[in-house]
């Protein structure tokens, strides 16, 4: 057992937060406070490698693997959540492609992906009615010569107004789980409008919207896996996504515990340093002890996905503890800055605000506590 990553892990890793810090951080605040999507900082990270981490070089990823993956995204997120979330999905949906396309379909997209031709990919598949039970989705892919129709709705799409591919799943069978397939939406197909654009929490750098198909019309090479067999593939992809989100959990409560502990130690009261007191010790020791357990089990999962082994179960351990984790260390940062945290003199309350959804998006708390219970009750 190593825990201590190798040579390009910890290439990948430097390059990440020296980017991050230098080019990210300086404007995580403007991006939050102005909604601006981060058009730069991803143009930047897609010229270091970090929008396709682990899809393979010959078709533009770095190839670095899911550890490296999940390192670069605990550096991002640490310095702007927002470009963290837009960089995970890309990532996803550039693994998707290249794990399932065939080699037209990777040559098309998976290098527009990497090198930031694309600001962003976006993963289509939840829809006003179907969260959590994407198995009930509505949305329909109707057989036509040479090709597929395409009408429904989606929703909560991270980069729904910026992708320049949409891996969309639709319904081209009976009801339930095994009538779904998924196809390449390009950007810009006609009859895909994007709709609400939400005024969320947090994130507010990040683009999520809701997609329109009004009879979207794609060629029969759009079908991405075997048909029918995309719920398979949302389902796999999600596994890896988790490990994204944890990592992203874990950056966004990195920043808040040193953040904490950098007050503690300057503000002042009852003629002390607040760190000299053992309420603020204490709530620093929990959030350094699960943020340390949570990164070991984010990266547990990473390395056993590296290794090709099942993670699904590992995937959703490492997201349900991160993300909750991550969310009370936010929360403790915020009670370590006391009525500054509430402020937005300091970073802490963003931080809480965009540590908040990453228990809901890419499964909630309780699908992962499903899963896991699931394979431990088999
Ligand atoms: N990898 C590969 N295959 C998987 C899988 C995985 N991780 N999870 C499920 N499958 C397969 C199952 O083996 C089953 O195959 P068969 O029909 O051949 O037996 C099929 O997919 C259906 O699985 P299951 O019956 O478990 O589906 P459920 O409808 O019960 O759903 C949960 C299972 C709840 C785990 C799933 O719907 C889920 O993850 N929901 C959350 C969705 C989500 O994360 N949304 C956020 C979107 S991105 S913001």
Known sequence: ?????????????????????????????AIDREERFPRAQLLGLAELGMMAVNVSPELGGAGAGAVAYALAMMEV?????????????TNMVGEVIAKFGTPAQTERYCPKLADGTFFAGAFALSEPEAGSDPGAMRTTARKV????????????ITSGAQAGVYVTWARTGGPGTSGISCFLVPGGAPGLSVGKHEDKMGL??????SLVYDGVRVDDDALLGELEGGFKIAMMALDGGRIGIS?????????????????????????HPIADFQAIQWMIADSKAELEA?????????????????????????????TEAANRICNRAVQIH??????REFAAERHLRDVRVTTIYEGTSQVQRLVIARSALR
């Open 204 to 209: 507010r750098g990040s683009n999520t919207a």
């Open 247 to 271: 990592a992203q959990a874990i950056g966004i409560a990195t920043a808040a515990l040193e953040e904490s502990i950098a007050y503690a130690k300057d503000r002042r009261q009852f003629g």
């Open 145 to 156: 010569d040479g090709g597929w129709t395409i009408d429904g709705q989606k929703q909560w």
């Open 294 to 322: 949570a990164r070991l089990l984010c990266l547990r999962a990473a390395t056993m996905k590296e290794r090709g082994v099942p993670f699904s179960k590992e995937a959703s351990m490492s997201k349900v503890y991160s």
């Open 77 to 89: 997120a640490k310095a702007c959540a927002s470009t963290a979330v837009t960089m995970a999905v």
């Open 338 to 343: 006391g009525g500054y945290g509430y402020t």
């Open 1 to 29: 057992m190593d825990f201590e990553p190798n040579d390009t892990q910890r290439l990948v890793q430097q390059t990440a937060r020296a980017y991050a810090q230098q080019h990210i951080l300086p404007e995580a605040a």
